[in-house]
Nanobody, 126 residues
Framework: QWQLVESGGGLVQAGGSLRLSCTASGLTFRSHTTGWFRQAPGKERELVATMDWGVHSTYYSNSVRGRFSIFSSRDTAKDTVYLQMNSLKPEDSAIYYC?????????????????WGQGTQVTVSS
């Protein structure tokens, strides 16, 4: 039985930082493309960042590039992917979801990801 569990969300002032964590059980991130998505009220779920283990690369949306960073735990026994979020803006407020898929061909297509976490709320106050 697989499970993705996000944590680290919360309330922060604009300009502040948060680090989200996504821990996997029942699957191994290193055999999946792993992404962070977010969904604000009334908006579609959008890709924030993704880590493609197969080509050892990361991808960021234009809105977060230079402010957010996706990385994994150095401890291979701890199957965790992080999203470091700096210089947060009110427009970053959303529910953030961790997702993984073994055969992701289009990073920003939600249907390509087979596994999803329950989400963690991030709220940035102005």
């Amino acid at each position: 039985q697989w499970q993705l569990v996000e944590s680290g969300g919360g309330l922060v002032q604009a300009g502040g930082s948060l680090r989200l964590s996504c821990t996997a059980s029942g699957l191994t991130f290193r055999s999946h493309t792993t992404g962070w998505f977010r969904q604000a009220p009334g908006k579609e779920r959008e890709l924030v960042a993704t880590m493609d283990w197969g080509v050892h690369s990361t991808y960021y949306s234009n809105s977060v590039r230079g402010r957010f960073s996706i990385f994994s735990s150095r401890d291979t026994a701890k199957d965790t992917v992080y999203l470091q979020m700096n210089s947060l803006k009110p427009e970053d407020s959303a529910i953030y979801y961790c997702a993984a898929g073994p055969q992701v061909t289009t990073y920003d297509r939600t249907d390509d990801y087979d596994y999803w976490g329950q989400g963690t709320q991030v709220t940035v106050s102005s």
